[in-house]
């Protein structure tokens, strides 16, 4: 009896697990009205300019801060700004997290101390889906945002980096995945009997807290910018 059970409740996780994957196909394309033309916008939401400071850090009405050290948005420009002013700051995965300044046309990407709008997205996403398999669906949407962002940083170390010198950021993250395929497989053999709808989230959890660090690391090698 306790093997059917045992075979019962996998069934149920594999049946739950393939829902939250259609689910993803969906969430995949979540954003927020904007005004900007780029076609992979995942998320926008308003910030209100209130100044800035050297070197190059905008500080909004709510006291949030964005690095962006004069690129995109140039100390000449940015000087006539008023407080009020309102951007769209936004994140796409072949551009990353950026504000845009719709009036003078101009973007920058930007770096927010403390958090990174992937997480952003999360929070939002799971404060509006509190089912186990929305709130499942919802980290395993940031898994693939942190799988994007490193797909992307690895293109630009490629770019900026002599051949030499990224064989060995692509040696270390080659073994990285190698780590990541080690440590999936003994959360697997770990966790995978656990009972309940519950372990799908945790699963998920582990996941991107695997993947969010080597991405983050990554964006310590490509510099200031994200």
């Not at 996780?13 to 916008?41: F, R």
């Not at 919802?138 to 002599?162: G, V």
């Not at 991405?215 to 994200?226: I, N, Q, T, Y």
């Amino acid at each position: 009896m306790s093997k059917s059970i045992s075979l019962l409740n996998k069934a149920e996780n594999k049946l739950l697990a393939a829902a939250c994957a259609l689910l993803v196909l969906g969430d995949l394309s979540y954003a927020n009205p904007t005004t900007e033309k780029t076609s992979d916008i995942i998320y926008s939401k308003t910030v209100v300019f209130q100044n800035f400071h050297d070197p190059g850090r905008l500080i909004s009405a709510n006291g949030k801060e964005y690095f962006f050290y004069y690129k995109g948005f140039t100390y000449d420009n940015i000087k006539t700004w008023e407080e009020g002013r309102k951007l769209n700051l936004t994140y796409s995965n072949t551009k990353g997290s950026q504000l845009h300044d719709p009036i003078s046309g101009a973007s920058a990407r930007v770096k927010i101390p403390g958090s990174h709008l992937i997480e952003e997205i999360r929070r939002k996403y799971v404060s509006e889906n509190g089912s186990t398999m929305g709130i499942a669906s919802c980290y395993r949407q940031e898994y693939e945002l942190w799988d994007a962002m490193i797909t992307r940083l690895l293109k630009e170390l490629k770019a900026s980096r002599t051949p030499d010198t990224y064989k060995d950021i692509e040696a270390m993250h080659n073994s990285w995945l190698k780590y990541k395929e080690m440590r999936f497989k003994v959360g697997r053999s770990e966790f995978g009997d656990r009972l309940g709808t519950k372990t799908i989230i945790e699963s998920s959890v582990r996941a991107v807290t695997a993947i969010k660090h080597q991405a983050l690391f990554l964006r310590s090698l490509v510099g200031k910018h994200e």
